[in-house]
């Protein structure tokens, strides 16, 4: 063994490389203050495992950016685990290198023979900062597309070159796919690559002129090996611990929905290191002198932290003076604390201020986890992931989208009881649904059913509100022959001896809508409420019979066997009679109810309240309105629902 | 470890202590700070071998191929692309390309399929008319037309896939592949 060693080492002389590393002598002994710069390393090395892996999994691309990040997140081994090591230990790194910079500064350890050094070692924290810049983008999900379109644009401010620089790096004059492939290439290639290069670069010069030592009296020296490194190995496990404690925690780094240009994300901030200058171009003077110096928002964003950084460039020229050390400390802990506070502030007003802005703010956040929650069920459900993307599963999802489309069109006449507030006006026609509660549909429920039943007055009684043509069209209805059946039938509907009868007319017309939770019509209950709603005869006394006013073509079972699915009936129990009971509640029936109300009220009855919507919406908000409203939607199994928070 | 024969031992005359459970806890405290990042990693890496891939939902596996008018009895084979659903890694195909066949139509009207990729290397193989045999471009693999190879160099010969006609002269047919360089027809 020791002879193979030799051969090694008179061909490659590795005892002397050893001896040069471990050996190195320490004045004053190992010290705690020490480790910083190997947390660093051994941080960098953590990116490097984890980014390679990531690496053999990530696709940058436009449509499949946010898919792959995806698959890496909940379809892949240690999956999770990976991303979040690599998302948290490049937090981890921010707070390493501040620590860092403070002990070097502190202990004055940038002072000659060792300025190349400190200003190496800035180089290296701006590399680092961007790399945390371009890996937020890679996801391509909101949260991260959002926070680096403000970047970019910050470099377009830049005096001259701005906008050349701006479409050098998003590959273009917005974004898409070569902004992924550019962000891709500097944060795996081009700037580890320089990484590494000035860390040698600063590992090498560190070494050349030994460690700034603080050397008390009566201490004795130590060399690196064991002692030194046997405290930078425990920094790096305390690091490795809360990392991974943080990953384990959080499960992982977060995935909002995919990036959508066209859905606006209130809640765009960049990565909290970055928050202090977010906070401070937030400030309404800071503009005002851009504008006074014709700099714009380079003033702030480039300009003014540029001069800022170029006093700790130049710490070590600085100290050259008397008191020059002594301001410098002093500006370090000034900037830090300066930053630290801006940091506080815009953290404070995100997440506890209750402001309209701080509200609005978290609120955005709950919308995005929610989406994200939401596209990830869609991808997991039978359907997949299209060759087109997943952003596409989140536009033509009606639970998604539909609560939008009613809060655009819908929501000023149809109030729900929690929003009348928001509105001047009245409601005009009774609450269907709450867009901030879009599980819940009140439209067509048993509940809705039984008040139209039961208390057509009060049910409808918002119609009152309307005013104009259509409030003719209103009174009619509420004076209507349905008012006259339920004023004159509730009672004999609502008897205790008729408990199961009105029971099963309601799940009659529940199961025509075809929710989700609708029984078969094949099942007892519904055969029943059908023949209520045929004959109007009841166990005790009997009402006048649905059939004389309403069309209904009853849903049955696939009489064939061949499916499960329910189709209509041969025969129609009634025809020619409006409105229109057919599907009541169901998609197709609000369909048409949306876009033009006569389909399902013309005739004798004449007008509606109701304007048609045909010619307002496209066809495709119809059918996303109209299935919300019917829960007409992929609903994930239970248990993931419970994981998805 | 290299101390008793270091070149440099005089100059370490008067090393400071060096405790051996200091050097051992070093070693410790890196081993385990360095393996964690690389389990996690290596799991991750191996990721296609852990995890198990997801079964072919609860379609018979037969796809629709092309029309038996488009063959002549005795004629020479034709090849077929396979359409199919897919998935892959995050992405669901409801229909993509996933191979290639020849069919060919016996005297008797009986079809055959074989999988065009050649089982010596996975290459898709040709047919050459003048030859009148299936040639690999890419290592002159040859097989006749009954696929059954005709030199040595593919291990083994064409493999042929399980064929239906339905409803008179729809040509489905069970598309597999198979693992290359092997004398006996393994399927992936």
Known sequence: MNRLLDWLDHRTGYRDLMHEALNEPIPGGAKWRYVWGSTLTFTFFIQVITGFCLWMAYSPGATTAWESVYFIQHQMVFGWVVRGIHHFAAQAMMILLILHLMQVVIDGAYRAPREVNFWLGLVLMQIVMFLGLTGYLLPWDQKGYYATRVATEIMGSAPFVGPWIQQLVQGGPSYGNHTLTRFFALHAGVLPAMLVMFLGLHIYVFRRHALHAIKHEGEEDGVFWPDQILKDGVACLAVLAAIMGATLYWHGAELTAPANPAEAYSAARPEWYYLFLFKFLQFEFVSQWGEATHLGEALGAIVIPGALFAVLALMPITAYFKWGHKFNVAYLWSMLGIAGVLTGMAYYEDWYADTPEGRDFRQAVDEAHRDGARTVALAESKTGIPPSGAALLLANDPLTQGPKIFEQYCLSCHQPESRFDDFAEAPQAPGLADPNNRDQIDFGSRDWIRSVLTDFGGHFAALANIEGDRGEAAEAILEGSMKDWSDSNAETLTASENADDYVALVEFLYTQSQRPDALSPGSDVVLRGMEIFTTGELTNGSVDACVDCHSMHPLVVDPSGLSDRWILADEALSEDLQPVLTGYGGTEWILQMVADPQAHYAGEYGNNAMPGFADQMTQQELELVSKWLAKDFYVAPASEEAESH | ?188
């Open chain 2, 1 to 188: 470890m290299t101390e008793t024969h270091s070149p440099d031992a005089t100059e370490q005359a008067n090393p400071p202590r060096r405790n051996f459970l200091v050097k051992f806890a070093a070693v410790l405290v890196g081993g385990v700070i360095t393996a964690v990042p690389l389990v996690f990693g290596g799991g991750f890496f191996l990721n296609p071998l852990l995890k198990k891939k997801s079964s072919d939902e609860d379609s018979d596996g037969f796809t629709f191929i092309g029309s038996t008018n488009s063959l002549l009895p005795g004629g020479p084979p034709r090849s077929y692309k396979v359409t199919g659903a897919k998935q892959d890694a995050w992405t669901t195909y409801a229909e993509t390309a996933i191979g290639a066949v020849y069919l060919k139509m016996d005297e008797d009207r009986s079809v055959t399929a074989f999988n065009a990729s050649c089982p010596h290397l996975g290459c898709t193989v040709n047919y050459k008319t003048d030859a009148n045999a299936f040639i690999c471009p890419c290592h002159d693999s040859s097989f006749n037309l009954d696929g059954e190879r005709s030199n040595e160099i593919p291990p083994r010969g064409l493999d042929t896939l399980n064929v239906e006609v339905r409803n008179d002269n729809e040509i489905w047919v069970k598309f597999e592949n198979f693992r290359a360089g092997t004398a006996e027809k393994i399927p992936v």
